[in-house]
């Protein structure tokens, strides 16, 4: 079974929904999520939040985490699942920030590098991707993290 429908089996079964809060993944959790039929009895929707304006106002990632942390941190992921299953009133969410490439890298947070959150309530674990895959690569391995992640979250 694929993490998404397992994910859709999980939340199922305990009558839990659940939101995204994507920066560098786009989307794709989200799209993956809404690929397995009846997603919609638990999949309430996601932010892609690519800017630092969209975390602040939809997402209510303060403005002292982003200045003190930067958009890739886990402090901002943390507070970017929190704002998701706020906004989008949920009981799960992840959340994913970082830098897909090839451009944007530095040398604290080189290429590569992405914060993974996922939450359920208030129980939320965070982990850092690194090592760069190309910006594709980077980007499918921070979304089967995530996956993997509230999978495991879930059980």
Excluded at 45 to 65: C, F, M, P, Q, R
Excluded at 75 to 80: D, R
Aim: a neutral charge.
């Amino acid at each position: 079974m694929k993490p998404e429908e397992e994910i859709g089996e999980l939340l199922k079964a305990k009558n839990l929904s659940l939101s995204t809060a994507e920066s560098c993944t786009g989307g794709g959790i989200a799209a993956l999520i809404t690929s397995v039929p009846g997603s919609s009895e638990y999949f309430n929707g996601g932010i892609v939040a690519y800017s630092n304006e969209i975390k602040k106002d939809l997402l209510h990632v303060s403005a002292e985490t982003l200045v003190k942390y930067g958009a890739v941190s886990r402090e901002t992921v943390i507070e970017m699942v929190k704002g998701a299953m706020k906004t989008l009133k949920t009981d799960c969410a992840v959340a994913t920030s970082g830098i897909a490439g090839p451009g944007g890298g530095t040398p604290e947070k080189p290429v590569g590098t992405v914060w993974i959150a996922a939450a359920y309530k208030n129980d939320i674990v965070t982990m850092k991707q690194e090592g760069d895959r190309g910006r594709a690569g980077n980007v499918q391995s921070a979304i089967q993290n995530a996956l993997s992640m509230l999978c495991d979250k879930l059980k």
